[in-house]
């Protein structure tokens, strides 16, 4: 990666994405792009233009006056939003997909597309869920995500396109606030552990899903992106976790530092029914032999780094 692009860099994972690539990269070789502006390090610290995905034109524009050879396609509405609004979800996630893979086409570029654990169904084998099996998903952000993966493989073969992306389980950060996710408590939690004492989670107890602390997120995107291509078998669905957590786990891990936390439940059905949907571990064992994938934090390790920096973020209250 020389010149890259990233659409969506104002969300959750992009703007902390960005920053660590500018370092990496250096700050003029990374250019943010999204929707809309607001006054954050991403705008201010290296190039930014506003771009709307939708539009195929200006995205394929400000890709080849930045001569970009990476594009990371980011921009996408999260779980339990697409579901209160399935068409836009779908508008946005398949046409904005379908842009970025031209764009790369033509211009004869690498592209990182995220997934998501969002791919797998009810009926798929809830614990140790393999690379590949029964994906027969049931949300509209599940389908969006498994249809990306087929593009990119479709791209691949048909156009020799390099298609590359992860499937993501939550993404657990101090930095940048959720973006509409089912797995947002796991942010949330930390969060109220410090400015409350207690946290009411619309989970319920005994609700295992997969979950990722940021850094390690952030280090398999660039990991894979400069991996050997010749070696990637399964290049656009990656199954990757560092932990496989319920709500009561995280709580139990922060009352090791928070003796008086408290957590209590009120279920939200549309976030129960999505979570209940998925797998409640997934093996990402291939990930580990193709390319060589190593997580970094255990849940232990992940809360005491959280709650060190949500204090000096928040204020010890």
């Not at 779980?79 to 508008?91: G, H, I, K, Q, V």
């Not at 046409?95 to 998501?116: C, Q, W, Y």
């Amino acid at each position: 990666m020389k010149r890259i692009m990233i659409t969506g860099a104002l969300g959750q994972i992009g703007s902390e994405l960005t920053v660590k690539l500018r370092k990496l990269y250096g700050e003029e070789n990374v250019l943010a792009t999204d929707v809309r502006r607001q006054e954050c390090e991403v705008v201010k610290g290296g190039p930014f233009q506003i771009l709307d995905v939708l539009n195929e034109k200006d995205m394929m524009t400000v890709a080849k006056k930045y001569k970009a050879d990476t594009v990371i396609h980011l921009a996408a509405l999260l779980s339990a939003t697409a579901e209160r609004n399935p068409r836009y979800a779908w508008n946005l996630n398949m046409n904005g997909l379908i842009h970025a893979l031209e764009t790369v086409r033509e211009m004869n570029a690498k592209l990182f597309i995220p997934s998501s654990i969002g791919v797998f169904g009810p009926s798929t084998p809830k614990d140790g869920t393999p690379q590949n099996t029964i994906q027969r998903p049931a949300t509209m952000y599940g389908i969006n995500k498994l249809t990306g993966e087929l593009l990119a493989h479709y791209y691949f073969l048909r156009y020799g396109v390099d298609t590359r992306g992860l499937r993501f389980p939550g993404i657990i950060s101090y930095q940048s606030p959720p973006g509409g996710g089912t797995t947002d408590y796991a942010v949330e939690i930390y969060c109220e552990a410090i400015k409350k004492g207690s946290y009411t989670s619309y989970l319920s107890k005994g609700t295992f899903m997969d979950m990722m602390y940021m850094p390690d997120a952030l280090g398999a995107i660039v990991h894979l992106m400069e991996a050997d291509g010749s070696k990637l078998k399964h290049r656009n669905a990656y199954n990757i976790t560092s932990m496989s957590v319920a709500p009561e786990n995280i709580a139990e891990a922060i009352q090791k530092r928070i003796p008086h936390f408290t957590i209590h439940y009120h279920v939200d059905p549309v976030r129960q029914k999505i979570a209940d949907s998925w797998p409640n571990s997934i093996d990402s064992s291939i990930a580990k032999e193709e390319w060589g994938f190593n997580p970094q934090y255990d849940l232990a390790k992940m809360t005491e780094d959280m709650l060190e920096n949500l204090v000096l973020k928040l204020g010890d209250k």
